[in-house]
């Protein structure tokens, strides 16, 4: 069994910021693995459902990001898991908008909701670092995160959130690179020109036919030359 977490702040007035983008991304798993409805508990709010062929919990703790590790640890304790069950999806300053990387343990850079989790958790659980860019300046990030994504950005995060989903089975079954794949699949498709196999090359283009030289000849020697 399985944990996903999605970081964010409860409540419609943070539901569209860049903190929240471990909320979008749970959501769009329960949406499209057809997951029960969403209920109340541990602190959160919680559904279940199956990832292939392992079953998995999606959590969404709604006792504000700096203190996210309470609503873990009661899920963790109740499920009798570990470290090693838990997927914590996140926002990611050191990731440009729309990059994913997949993290095993390691420290909290700062991150206020991993912070938590470390508290009451431990460092040894699985992130999804999920990229929303850096305003350029540690004083302006409290401003960036907490405000909404702007709409220019709604392409890439759609993408990105789509392969999120499209990958989580194998998420959920441990396999990494076959998850980031999936995300690629979304993020990065292939170009327009490449061409898909069996596709003929094209014709070569015909080599010009060259202009006859000009007739140099007088008209009398044209005349002539009729008459030979």
């Given at each position: ?14 539901a569209?910021?860049?903190h ?17 409805p969403w ?6 709010q919680v559904t279940e459902?199956?990832?292939g062929a392992?079953k998995a919990?999606?959590l969404?703790p ?5 203190n996210?590790g ?18 914590v999806?996140h926002d990611?300053l050191?990731?440009a ?28 659980y699985r ?9 350029g300046h540690k004083d ?8 909404d994504f702007?709409?220019a950005d709604?392409?890439?995060?759609d ?13 959920a079954d ?5 998850f980031m794949n999936?995300?690629a699949?979304?993020?990065?498709p292939?170009r327009s020109s ?9 014709a ?5 036919t ?8 007088s ?6 030359d009729?008459?030979?």
């Amino acid at each position: 069994m399985r944990l996903f977490v999605g970081l964010g702040n409860p409540g419609a007035k943070y539901a569209r910021n860049r903190h929240n983008i471990g909320f979008m991304a749970v959501d769009r798993i329960a949406a499209d693995h057809g997951f029960a409805p969403w209920r109340g508990k541990f602190k959160g709010q919680v559904t279940e459902g199956r990832l292939g062929a392992d079953k998995a919990i999606l959590l969404k703790p709604e006792t504000y990001m700096n203190n996210s590790g309470q609503s873990v640890i009661d899920a963790v304790n109740f499920y009798k898991l570990t470290a090693d069950d838990v997927v914590v999806f996140h926002d990611e300053l050191d990731l440009a908008p729309g990059k994913c990387r997949v993290k095993d343990g390691g420290g909290h850079a700062g991150h206020n909701g991993l912070r938590s989790i470390h508290a009451h958790l431990g460092p040894e659980y699985r992130r999804v670092r999920l990229g929303i860019g850096h305003p350029g300046h540690k004083d302006l990030v409290a401003h960036y995160v907490l405000h909404d994504f702007h709409k220019a950005d709604e392409d890439w995060l759609d993408d990105l959130i789509r392969g999120i989903s499209d990958g989580a089975p194998a998420l959920a079954d441990g396999d990494g690179g076959k998850f980031m794949n999936a995300v690629a699949l979304r993020t990065a498709p292939a170009r327009s020109s490449d061409k898909p196999k069996g596709e003929a090359p094209a014709a070569k283009a015909e080599a010009p036919t060259p202009e006859p030289e000009p007739d140099a000849r007088s008209p009398l020697q044209k005349l002539m030359d009729r008459f030979k």
